[in-house]
């Protein structure tokens, strides 16, 4: 139980670095903010509230008893309140006392007038208003045969700092909030710059020197980083210029061979030593092929639809059926695209009589889908396949011209891209390869 209840809250917590620093920081601010302004609102504001309004209802039955009293002038009574309590007053005598009470229960200071009122004056024996005037509150109480018409300021009954207060409280906080923001996203940035640079090298692109900034701990990441990649740089160079002069080295002796080989006088043994040699040549063209190294192509933007369109069209095979949605556009190196296509293509042409190629878009990545009807690859060998120089010795691998590097060079490419190659049955009862290649 615990660790579903573990799970759920972490798949509602944010899964970004930036998103969840901000939550550490800005949920203490606003709970901080929170707890005051309640207690605030609840030890201060209300009960002064409270209390000023219940003064005021004691000056206004201050102010009827002394009316029922007569021992003073009613013009003169009403003048000494207006001037002293700055309570304005006045008898109507008016039976339809009755109006419609504006209720406001979300307003504190109606709800503090109400509660008030109906305590020291009666259920229904007042009326007030509070939305009429800007700066005035209406209350009418009944009294014999008509009632008193009250105008009081807003200010008798509430607090004019609370403005004041939940404006401070207010932009304090999102100040805060804005200034963690920026330095949030000045300390994340390094972050998912290295990890941008990380995914780039990873693909094969070549980068600039990734210079590390950020926190101490984000710098040493970033120098690791840098020492690697330059590390591998250097060891992919290393081979680069050991194959260059392998392949230098070999071909001389191949030379020759064939050279002698001419002389031989039993044009039997010289045929097959000379097929023996060629095959030989071509697995050294083809190993050197795979093993070079793919960081001097530069990445480009290019449209994937129109270069799958090109490669199909070049066959010029009636039996290539295809269904390709146009402006897909990619980036990557376009030639590598290009020859793991055609590697894939070439395969299915020479195992099989019927091929459908898909492509098709979905969310952020392209799927290609290559669909034969040839023998197959059995479903155990499909890692296998994927093997430098492995061969079946069934089916598709049966076959002399092949040294078993097209799918590994292929699959070399694709996930060099970011992307991912796999083997399925195919409607067409041979082979599917389904490629995903990130947009």
Same mark, same amino acid.
């Given at each position: ?5 573990? #799970? ?7 899964? =970004? %670095? @930036? ?6 920081? *800005?949920?203490?601010? &606003? ?122 300021? #807003? ?7 609370? =403005? %004041? @207060? ?6 304090? *906080?999102?100040?805060? &909030? ?145 269904? &390709? ?115």
């Amino acid at each position: 139980m615990s660790y579903g209840l573990n #799970k759920y809250i972490k798949n509602l917590l944010p899964r =970004r %670095l @930036f998103y969840r620093a901000l939550l550490i920081v *800005a949920v203490p601010i &606003i709970v901080l903010q929170l707890v005051i302004t309640i207690v605030f609102f609840d030890s201060l504001w209300i009960k002064t509230n409270k209390g000023m309004t219940k003064a005021l209802v004691g000056e206004m039955k201050t102010f009827m008893v002394a009316y029922d009293n007569g021992q003073y002038n009613n013009n003169d009574l009403s003048g000494l309140f207006s001037i002293y309590l700055d309570l304005n007053v006045k008898f109507k005598k008016d039976e339809f006392f009755d109006k419609p009470l504006k209720e406001r229960w979300f307003s504190p200071i109606d709800r503090t007038l109400r509660r008030e009122l109906k305590s020291n004056i009666g259920v229904n024996s007042y009326w007030f208003d509070t939305t009429s005037y800007k700066s005035l509150i209406h209350i009418n109480i009944k009294h014999n045969d008509g009632y008193f018409e009250f105008f009081i300021p #807003k200010d008798r009954v509430t607090s004019t700092s609370a =403005r %004041l @207060f939940a404006l401070w409280i207010t932009l304090p *906080a999102l100040l805060m &909030i804005t200034i963690a923001i920026i330095f949030l996203k000045n300390q994340t940035r390094p972050i998912v710059n290295l990890a941008k640079a990380a995914e780039r090298f990873g693909r094969g692109e070549d980068i600039d020197e990734y210079r590390p900034s950020g926190a101490m701990e984000i710098r040493q990441a970033g120098l690791e980083f840098e020492k690697m990649r330059k590390r591998i740089l250097r060891h992919l160079n290393q081979r680069s210029e050991m194959l260059s002069g392998i392949s230098h080295d070999l071909r001389t002796p191949l030379t020759r061979l064939k050279l002698q080989l001419s002389f031989i006088k039993d044009k039997d043994l010289s045929d097959k030593m000379s097929s023996d040699i060629n095959e030989m040549e071509a697995m050294l063209n083809e190993y050197l092929q795979f093993t070079s190294s793919t960081y001097s192509e530069k990445d480009e933007t290019f449209d994937i639809s129109e270069l799958t369109e090109d490669i199909i069209n070049k066959y010029n095979n009636k039996n290539i059926s295809k269904k &390709i949605i146009p402006r897909v556009y990619m980036n990557g190196r376009k030639n590598l695209i290009e020859r793991s296509l055609s590697n894939l293509i070439n395969n299915s042409i020479k195992y099989a009589k019927k091929i459908d190629l898909q492509l098709s878009k979905k969310n952020n990545s392209v799927i290609i889908i290559i669909d034969d009807d040839g023998i197959g690859v059995p479903k155990d060998e499909y890692q296998n396949v994927f093997k430098p120089f492995y061969k079946i010795d069934k089916g598709r691998g049966d076959s002399k011209a092949s040294v078993g590097l097209g799918l590994s060079i292929t699959s070399d490419i694709i996930k060099s891209h970011g992307g991912n190659i796999l083997l399925e049955k195919s409607p067409l009862n041979g082979l599917r390869v389904k490629i995903f290649l990130p947009l």
